[in-house]
């Protein structure tokens, strides 16, 4: 064994003694409204950061133990804590510590997925992390009693798909107007017109926005400028230092369209998250 592979089996060991970290993909019944479930616990009291960039994903996190601290677009304050919450699309990168002490389940939400699930306009978490309480009231008290008192993460993942099927059987429909322009967003990634979106569906571009910032809780266009960074941000991984070949895949007017974008969206150039 070289000293290389030595040192890498050090460091995945020191992190397996630090946090135990298990995902599971949601089941088929819940496909299109939820990608995945995940369940964190911390085991050493060691304080972490991480930085979350702009993503599709509307979490909901319903913890046992300590709170994270959450700043979006900055590093959190003082009153930046929170323990079980749901959080909206953000356009910018996410900061979150923890301090040794957190045991969560996360349930990972597709946009549209959201919107039913919650039964609330998305605009209403847009930009905000918002306490369980507030989202889902004694619903959500009693979820994380059940989810606290499960004696491993398999249950607490087929609770937690549980709850979140019977509350979407309940739910209304996506109006069919806006399910179908977020599915043309997504499938073009990101590339398709706004304009376009609402010829086709005879709205004005004014009326489409306010329909979708309601239902998505962003707009089709800042939707499209979040797919595009991800769809190259994935590139990235394939096309090492081909920034201008992968602006030109993604869509972007040059690389310092794309290198704006990273800014934004990533608080980072593109080559510092390489």
């Not at 900055?74 to 919450?85: I, M, Q």
């Not at 087929?158 to 979140?164: K, L």
């Not at 967003?185 to 309601?214: C, N, P």
Request: proline share 3%; hydrophobic share 45%; with cysteine.
């Amino acid at each position: 064994m070289s000293i290389e592979t030595e040192r890498r089996h050090e460091q995945d060991h020191s992190l397996a003694a630090r946090f135990e970290m298990v995902r599971r993909a949601a089941d088929a019944s819940l496909a299109g409204s939820v990608t995945d479930l995940c369940g964190y616990r911390e085991m050493l009291p060691v304080c972490s950061r991480n930085v979350e960039y702009a993503s599709l994903t509307v979490p909901l996190v319903i913890s046992f133990a300590e709170p994270f601290a959450i700043g979006l677009g900055r590093d959190p304050g003082d009153n930046d804590r929170f323990a079980s919450f749901a959080a909206g699309l953000f356009a910018g990168p996410v900061v979150i510590q923890s301090f040794g002490g957190a045991c969560c389940v996360q349930i990972n939400f597709t946009p549209l997925g959201a919107r039913r699930f919650f039964g609330l306009p998305m605009s209403e978490l847009t930009d905000r992390v918002v306490g369980l309480d507030d989202v889902l009231g004694l619903e959500g008290i009693a979820l994380r009693e059940r989810l606290g008192e499960a004696r491993d993460w398999s249950s607490r993942f087929a609770i937690a798909e549980s709850f979140v099927a019977a509350r979407l059987a309940e739910a209304k429909r996506m109006s069919a107007e806006i399910a179908w322009a977020y599915r043309q967003v997504i499938g073009s990634g990101g590339r398709t017109r706004v304009s376009v979106l609402a010829d086709e569906l005879g709205w004005s571009r004014k009326h489409l926005a306010a329909k979708f910032s309601d239902a998505i809780g962003i707009g089709p266009k800042t939707l499209s400028r979040i797919v595009r960074f991800n769809r190259a941000l994935s590139l990235s991984k394939h096309q090492l230092d081909d920034w201008a070949g992968i602006a030109a895949d993604c869509g972007y007017a040059d690389q310092a369209h794309l290198v704006r974008e990273f800014r934004d969206l990533a608080g980072e150039t593109p080559t510092a998250l390489a």
